[in-house]
């Protein structure tokens, strides 16, 4: 079983510049989320998706970022302006989920490193 | 929010050694998870195990949802064990947002 896909693996930009992370979840799974780790942190949840929709953003700087995910498979990740502060990797995670919600397993891809300078 | 804590932040251990590490949360969980980030960045799932003990190979956990606390048992440290070990937690009634600890950053030398 394939796990979860992420790109790219390394991104470099300058602040105020825009970019952009795609994440492929296991086939399958009906939940998506997107977490920032800065370094020597553990990583924090931004967004939440089940299935096309939003669980969970409370914590998603929206004058900055911005994610979807289309047809309730693959997801993009956004951030326009990016901030020194944003350095960080960035950790896209899938689960399957239960009846009621039921939080199952959550499997993480490989994350890709962001460094704005 | 519910709040996770890990012991001891670093650890460092010779090869052939045994450890515990300890998760402390505070509110009731309906999901818990141990991690290992290995240098790459890579999170490996160790465990699922909200509640029970599980054993797989070297390692073993055992959490006491009652008493709000999880350990992870490593026997026979290698030094491939090295790295960041991470329990996180989804407390009961928040949907699925996982809320990690801070991580034992854990050395094995030779």
């Known amino acids: 079983e394939a796990g979860v896909a992420q790109s790219p693996r390394y991104k470099i930009i300058e602040k105020r510049q825009s970019v952009a992370f795609w994440c492929n979840p296991i086939s399958g799974h009906a939940t998506l989320y997107w977490y920032q780790q800065i370094l020597g942190q553990g990583p924090k949840l931004l967004i939440q998706f089940q299935n096309n929709g939003v669980v969970d953003d409370s914590q998603l700087p929206k004058d900055r970022f911005s994610a979807e995910r289309l047809k309730g498979v693959d997801s993009t990740l956004k951030i326009q302006p990016a901030k020194l502060e944003d350095s960080a990797v960035y950790l896209c995670?899938?689960?399957?989920?239960?009846?009621?919600?039921?939080?199952?397993?959550?499997?993480f891809g490989p994350g890709t490193r962001l460094t704005v300078t | 929010g519910i709040q996770v804590e890990q012991s001891p932040p670093d650890l460092i251990l010779q090869e052939g050694a045994n450890s515990t590490l300890r998760c402390n949360f505070s509110?009731?969980?309906?999901?818990l998870q141990w991690f290992h980030q290995n240098p790459w960045g890579q999170l490996i799932n160790l465990f699922y195990?909200?509640?029970g003990t599980k054993q797989n190979g070297r390692l073993s956990a055992t959490t006491v949802a009652t008493e709000r606390y999880s350990l992870l048992y490593i026997s026979s440290s290698q030094t491939t064990d090295s790295g960041v070990y991470f329990c996180a937690a989804i407390n009961t009634g928040t949907a699925s947002k996982l809320t990690f600890g801070t991580g034992t950053r854990l050395q094995v030398t030779l």
């Open positions: 509110d009731s969980v309906n999901n």
């Open positions: 995670a899938s689960s399957d989920s239960g009846a009621g919600g039921t939080p199952y397993e959550q499997y």
């Open positions: 195990i909200p509640s």
